[in-house]
């Protein structure tokens, strides 16, 4: 299968079929943890419209100058969140999954690392691919051909500050 290209109109309408979804199971869940990078956007746009608190993992799985090439997954070492407590009903969020391994591994850490009971953890990404080891509880696209997804942010990992100054009009205060 040819590379998926994914527009910004294109990535927040699954964004939202995702949230329709997972209201649709009629799932209560008190807590989102997003997967950065990744998860980032779909997590902060499922707690604005849920109203429920967000918590950011760091992980990283993808390196070479393409950032195409898996390699060891890293954690970061906490939780990021400003709520006191994290939630016992969590919905763990990120952008795909590829592999399954870092949904399946970010799992086992929240369970070792947290200090507070979990009662139960639901997986939610936007597309969900066939090579997969995981299979995510709520998911918008299943992918059977495995293609690489190139989605709207990824054009600034090829650029440079100096190269953005550059193409950008210049502000003056």
Known sequence: MPDLYVSWSDYHQQIEQLAIQIYQSSWEFNQIICLARGGLRVGDILSRIYQQPLAILAT????????????????????????????????????????????????????????????????????????????????????TDNPWIHQPFEHYEQMNIAELAAKVVPFHF
């Open 60 to 143: 990283s799985s993808y390196s070479g100058t393409s950032k195409q090439e898996r390699s060891n997954l890293i954690f970061s070492r906490h939780l990021t969140m400003t709520a006191e407590k994290l939630g016992s009903r969590i919905l763990l969020v990120d952008d795909l999954v590829d592999s399954g391994i870092t949904l399946e591994q970010t799992i086992l850490w929240l369970k070792e690392n947290s200090d507070f009971p979990i009662e139960e953890i639901r997986t939610a990404v936007l597309w969900y691919k066939a090579c997969s080891v995981l299979k995510p509880d709520y998911y918008v696209d299943y992918l």
